[in-house]
């Protein structure tokens, strides 16, 4: 059973610029969490996504990020219009339908900003 | 804001038992203590939890104080895999908000040979 899968493993784009971010959660599990690390810093909450739902946002930054897990096809996080602030690790983790007593990371993705 | 405290770095001879302490005074009766490390440039990973009975795994034991005010995490034999940032979390498991884990600034542990 493959674990957590996050692709790219590092992005680069230069300011102003899309980056799309994907998680393939394991196997049979239908709940997706994203976290940000800046550099030097801890992991900061961001988004909790059930299948096509939004549980929680409120780590998310009000403004050019956004996430959705569609019913088929990993969990996208979406920033539009980077800036050099944006650069971070973003990782995710998912949990299973049946319960969520343990959270299983990704190698999460490297953002760097130009 | 996190609901734990922890001292920020510690350190151990590798071959010794690491114990790692945690304070959580204002857990509440529905929540689990919950440990996760990172290890440099990874995701976290799982290590164990428990609501108040002592916990055992491969990885690691988890004592609990019995008014729960506390914890501490043991690694019996510390290797310089070891070395990583533990985080202790409160939370409780389920499909709420209430449910996703509040990081904060963990114990970076250093093994050393």
């Known amino acids: 059973n493959a674990g957590v899968m996050q692709n790219p493993r590092h992005l680069v784009r230069r300011r102003g610029q899309e980056a799309r971010l994907r998680c393939s959660p394991m196997?049979?599990?239908?709940?997706v969490y994203w976290y940000r690390q800046l550099p030097e810093e801890g992991l900061k909450f961001m988004v909790y996504?059930?299948?096509?739902?939004?549980?929680?946002e409120s780590g998310m930054p009000k403004e050019r990020f956004s996430a959705e897990f569609p019913k088929e096809g990993p969990s996208i996080l979406r920033i539009q219009q980077v800036v050099r602030g944006d650069s971070a690790a973003y990782f995710c983790?998912?949990?299973?339908?049946?319960?969520?007593?343990?959270?299983?990371f990704g190698s999460g993705t490297q953002l760097s900003v130009l | 804001d996190a609901k734990t405290t922890q001292p920020t770095s510690m350190d151990c001879a590798e071959g010794r038992a690491a114990n790692l302490p945690c304070n959580h005074s204002?857990?509440?009766?529905?929540?689990?203590v919950y440990w996760y490390r990172q290890i440099h440039s990874q995701g976290p990973q799982y290590i164990i939890h428990?609501?108040?009975n002592n916990e055992t795994n491969e990885m690691a034991s988890l004592i609990i104080t019995e008014d729960r005010k506390s914890s501490t995490l043991i690694l019996p034999h510390a290797t310089l895999r070891d070395t990583a940032v533990y985080y202790c979390?409160?939370?409780?498991?389920?499909?709420?908000?209430?449910?996703?884990?509040?990081f904060g600034s963990g114990t970076r542990l250093s093994i050393r040979p």
């Open positions: 983790a998912s949990s299973p339908e049946t319960t969520n007593e343990k959270l299983f």
């Open positions: 196997k049979g599990h239908s709940h």
């Open positions: 996504l059930q299948k096509e739902n939004i549980i929680d």
């Open positions: 204002t857990i509440s009766g529905n929540e689990y």
């Open positions: 428990g609501l108040k």
């Open positions: 979390i409160v939370r409780v498991p389920g499909y709420s908000s209430a449910s996703k884990i509040i």
